[in-house]
Each structure stands twice: as structure tokens, then as C-alpha cells.
DNA sequence: CATGTTTCGTAGAGCGTTCTCCATTGTTGT
DNA sequence: ACAACAATGGAGAACGCTCTACGAAACATG
């Protein structure tokens, strides 16, 4: 509308510097309330800034001091587990000066290599990452360059910090919850990286052995069956069509996570089958899809908003380095029941 | 596991100078492959960075000349449909020199405003703002301080580039494939927002419109329906209770997007009534929910990962200045019949 | 009143790039 | 042979901020 905004430049630290006749140096300490500035200077400078609607250029104080900004790696958009961890990471930060900036991570080791560079090379202060698939050298020759702090790798490092739900506990809250119903053939679907290495510190892997684990707890390791498919929609139809086809059948399918649990209810559809009359189906991560009416899946529920923010207390507690030791978090999950479960038909 | 590993520093472009024997001048000529370089240099050059696995510090080249960042504003994780988009700009960038960073945007236009600051404040070279809440005016101030792309905004702008879906169109479809299979009381549910201003340009108005406009189209403007909720489950699940509860009921529900299809999926189960028997239940978005076996719902499926190379591609053009235009996409979106629609009763 | 001790404020050198000149070549035209 | 010009490489000033010194007060101490 206005005919002439003759140089609509952003304002800088010497505009605001000229403007409240000080320094650009006690400038810079009143946005950083550092120490050595009184009141009185305070105001003058705070008055200039807001008169000049000034707000500091993080690229520019990454230069020398900090970007105040978050990287948060998250491998998959898609699932839906994730929003609720980076909610949780944004809220926390709201309080804060920090920013969470989301890397788009894919999920291969090599794009998140990249994407993980990227952001370094952006100068972020510090890094969340989410459910990585990086072997563990990598991920700690990182957390030497920058303050880390992984969501969802169990095994424990020096370097980084950690924040994980136990998938020990939660494997057997649903081998309960199913042995309580009555069920004794309770078949579990795992996922079986093709990639090498990083065995035992993943998720799935913790998810297979407390499976493994409750079923000997129950007296059932003579029924223990585990099928080795991917979590996902596809991996869940195709290992439910295995199960299926076993000359006795399983009463209750156990699948490491939602989206397979998904597959799973589709192929048992397909083959005519009837939830919970016939078969029994729980999943893992109590996504908003199981929640969802027509589906009503039996899921264990991680808090993901709690793991987020967490996981971000403990990264800025290493970024101001309020803490020199690593720390492992474990958060217990719970069973939500519903409605494709039930009692086995005897 | 080696010993001393004296200085861990990276690399600067200093550093490759000294080792290639050349002015720092020289290599940044040789990283943004600008002219005055012999292909000799080129090589030594290369060579250098090569060794001391050098790379370039994109905080530090923002400072001058660009830092080869494109932000992308999202204001919801949790919608299905976006990271199709994100996908498909990350897919573009990938051939190219810029790197995607998502700015989690939340759904207020506070929010939102506050993280395409924060973004702007971290120097990107470009914003692609993902069916951004924010009042025209904001859009265009942004604008025209950095390339921005909006993505699902219909209105077109002088100032940046617009790439949207035909919801017109679209809506179109639906009431097509329902009338065609005999359905002439096809209710519709719309996002009526709380907040104000920004009438006609957003998505949900104009699927309202198309819905309207075929409605006409086909000889029902007598039963045009219209229940004002929230694209959201909570919404559709509302939506659906009062329209159930008509003396007349509708024999379709045509929600507009996937989310409110699935509340409105809950209230026809709890209502005791089948799916598509008693009522046939259409969406929007075709998000992968739609697709899921006991779901099964008719959506209308936009190419998410299209509309985001575009994007992309557009945002591109703006920022190396290829074009001075601006320029507005439509993208024709397609229907997917699915088990939720079938013939009335009659 | 000379001498410490705080407290407040500023100068000025970086941080890792880009980019505008400018200097030095070698090549061409006359 | 000499000007004119293209091609190549480098010097050095930005960019917007932080941060280490250091100076100048103001105050306390003996």
C-alpha cells in the first residue's frame, strides 16, 4: 500500500547499537543478559530494539557463538509415532531461546549420514535423533562433534544420551494381557533388518526378546513363533498370510508395531476371517490409527510427548554442559486393550 | 580408538586453500564453480577438499551469499498428506545444491509466524509454506523479503507462487461417483474456521463450493446439506451424530477430508448402521488410512509428491531469478472408489 | 589520599564465507 | 613492436554477530 518503504533491510545490532547510542558490544550482552550491563542500559537497548523490531540473525551469532537452533533427525513422516516426539521436543523448547528445526532423515544409514551433515554444517547446537539407523561408531564419532541425544536405541554410550521406552516390559504387557484372555498360541511378528549390524539395540529386536522372554515367563516357550517381516503394512499382510497358512493356526498375532498390525487385520479380512471372534490381533505403539473405530487395535502406548521432552531436557542440559555423565532413560509403556482382542473361541 | 587425535576441528576453506596451495579467493571460486578458474586449479583444488574431507559451512556462506537452505513451514506432522509433499520437494532438492529443513509450524497463525521467523532468522534461501493459516497481508510481507511457494492456498498473488489442488474439481468427483451410483441426499461436511478472514482461498471453502456447484450441476440443489465442523476426527465424528440424527436422513456423507470421514466412520458404528449398506462415506486426500483394508474409504487422491517437486521447482526458479512472473499450479486430483460407497437402498 | 576492587562500557579482533576490484599474465590485432 | 584485450589468480573488505581484553569510572579500604 505505502507508496515508498525506501529500504525495507533488516535492522542489524549496529542499528540498534546507533539508535540507543551504546555499543554494539553491550548490545550483544543485553541478548545474551550477559553479565556487566545495568538497568538503565538495559532499557535503552530493549526500548531501541523493540522501536526497531530487531531480532538477531542466528546464522550470523552461530559465527562465533551459538545458533540456538535444534536439529531434530526423524527418519519417516509417515508414522505417526514421530509428531508426538517432536511435539514434545517443540513444547519443551518454547520455553527456551531454542528452536527445533526437523531434518527429513529417510531411512537409510546414507541419507541420514546426509541429512545429519547438513545439519552440522547448518551449525545447529545440538541434535535429536530419532530411531537412527546408523551403526554405532558413526553415531558416536558424531556426538563428539555435537551434543546428542538418540530416541529409541536401547544400548547405552558414553557420548550421547539416551531415551528409550521399554520395549522389554511392553513386549510382555501384550503376552499378558493375551495369556490372561486365555490365549496360548500367540504368535509374534518382528522386524528383521536386511541391513548388517546393529543388532541388538534396536527396538524391534528388544520388542522380539521380551516376547520371547514373557512367553517362557507364561510357561508357553513350547508355543513361542516369531515371524521375521518388516514393520509395516505390507511386511504385516504378508507374515498374517504365513501365519494363516500354518496347519495350526494361531489364536492371537502379536506385531511389533500399528502399521503391521494394520497389514495383519487387512489379511485376515481377506481370508474371511473374523476380529476378535477368530483371532486375536495386538499391535505396538498406539498409534492414532488404532484408536480409530472401524480398526479399535490392542497397542501398547509409549508417551511420546513425555519421551520428546525429555529428550530435549537432556540435550540442553548438555549443550550448557550442566552435566558431564551420560544418561539412559527408560520410560515404562502401558496397554491399551480394545476391541481386536478377546478371549480365543475354545 | 586411535590415541591422539590432536585437533578434530573441520576443515575450513582456509585450510584447503593452504593445501592446495591457492588464495581462499580461488577456492570459494571453485565451490560455487564461478568463472576466472583454470580447469589445472579446478583439479587441485578438488583434490584438497577431497583430502581433508572438507565441507563447505553453510551458516559461515550465508553471511554473504546464500546458504543453499529452503525452509518448509508444516503446520501439522500428524496429517497424512503432508509428508507426500515433503517428499516430493525433498526428492527435487536432492538433485540440486539446496537441502529441505522443516519448520514444525503448528496450527495457529501465531505459531506460524513465529517459526517462518525463526527460519528467516536462520537465512534461508526460500520458504514453501504447506497450506499455511496466515492472513493474506502476512503472506505477502513475507514475501517479499524472501521466495516463498504456497502450497494449498487458491487465491493467486504478485508475490509468490502458488501450487494447489483442484478441490473444485475434486469435490466435483465425489458428488459425481455418489449421484451416479443413485445417491440424491449427499450431505457434506465443511472446515468452517474460527478465526478470521482468509474466506475463499483455503482448500476447505473451496471444496464447499465444488460440492455446491455439482450439486447444482446434477439437479440437486434441493438437497444440498452442508454441516459447518472441523476437518478433524472429533469434527467428523460431530458432524455425523447431527446429521444422523435428521428426520431425513442422507444416504451419503461426503466429508471433506479423510480425518473427519474417519469420525464419521465411529458415529455410523456406534449408530449400529453398515458401511455402505445404510449410508456411503466419502473422503478427501486418499491418505493412507483411506487405503487400509477395514477402512476402505473412497477418497480423492491429489499427488502429493508432484505438487511438492513443483514446489520445489518453482521455488527454485524464484531464487535464481529465472522467471519474473508469478505463477499459480493447479493439479487435477483423481477419484478412488473404494467398499465405503455403493448404491443406496432403495 | 594512595590503593585495591567492583561495576559498567567500549575497542577490536575474530568466525568462514563471498565478492568486488586489481594485478599479472598470455594472446591477438595492427 | 605496441596497444588492447581476455583469462586467470589474489587482496582484502564486507556480512552480523560474540567475546576477550582493557579502560574508566565508582566505591570501599587502610
Redesign the pocket.
Known amino acids: 500500500m505505502a507508496a515508498a518503504e525506501p529500504l525495507p533491510r533488516r535492522a542489524?545490532?549496529?542499528d540498534v547499537a546507533k539508535r540507543a547510542n551504546?555499543?554494539?558490544?553491550?548490545v550483544?550482552?543485553v541478548?545474551?543478559n550477559a553479565y556487566?550491563?545495568?538497568p538503565?542500559?538495559q532499557e535503552r537497548v530493549r526500548a531501541a530494539m523493540a522501536e526497531l523490531d530487531y531480532r538477531?540473525?542466528a546464522a550470523?551469532?552461530g559465527?562465533?557463538?551459538q545458533t540456538y537452533t535444534i536439529g531434530v533427525v526423524i527418519p519417516d513422516l509417515r508414522n505417526p509415532f514421530f509428531p508426538e516426539l517432536v511435539e514434545g521436543v517443540a513444547d519443551h523448547l518454547d520455553s527456551t531461546d531454542y528452536q527445533a528445526v526437523l531434518g527429513p532423515g529417510g531411512s537409510t544409514a546414507e541419507s541420514q549420514s546426509r541429512i545429519i551433515d547438513a545439519l552440522i554444517d547448518r551449525r545447529v547446537d545440538g541434535l535429536i535423533m530419532i530411531a537412527p539407523v546408523l551403526p554405532r561408531g558413526r553415531l558416536e564419532q558424531t556426538a563428539r562433534t555435537v551434543p546428542v541425544v538418540v530416541i529409541g536405541r536401547h544400548g547405552k554410550s558414553a557420548d550421547y544420551d539416551g531415551v528409550v521406552d521399554d520395549d522389554l516390559v511392553g513386549a510382555g504387557l501384550v503376552v499378558d494381557h493375551l495369556a490372561d484372555l486365555g490365549h496360548r498360541r500367540i504368535a509374534h511378528i518382528e522386524h528383521r533388518d536386511t541391513a548388517r549390524g546393529i543388532p541388538t539395540t534396536m527396538p524391534q529386536t528388544v520388542r522380539a526378546e521380551g516376547y520371547r522372554q514373557a512367553m517362557q515367563r507364561r510357561g508357553l516357550e513350547a508355543e513361542i513363533d516369531i515371524v521375521a517381516s518388516t514393520y509395516s503394512e505390507a511386511g504385516g499382510y504378508t507374515a498374517a498370510v504365513e501365519l494363516l497358512a500354518r496347519p495350526v493356526r494361531p489364536t492371537a498375532i502379536f506385531a511389533g508395531a500399528d502399521v503391521a498390525a494394520i497389514g495383519v487385520l487387512n489379511a485376515v479380512h481377506e481370508a474371511g476371517l473374523r476380529i476378535p471372534e477368530d483371532l486375536s490381533v495386538a499391535g505396538y505403539d498406539n498409534t492414532t490409527v488404532a484408536a480409530m473405530g472401524p480398526i479399535s487395535l490392542t497397542s501398547i502406548d509409549q508417551d511420546g510427548h513425555l519421551m520428546g521432552d525429555n529428550a530435549a531436557r537432556l540435550l540442553l542440559e548438555r549443550i550448557e554442559r550442566k552435566r558431564d555423565r551420560a544418561v539412559l532413560l527408560s520410560f515404562s509403556p502401558t496397554l491399551v486393550a480394545r476391541r481386536s482382542t478377546a478371549a480365543p473361541r475354545t
Chains 1, 2 share one sequence.
Open positions: 542489524t545490532i549496529t551504546v555499543s554494539t558490544a553491550a550483544s550482552k541478548l545474551r556487566g550491563v545495568s538503565a542500559m538477531p540473525h550470523a551469532r559465527m562465533r557463538g
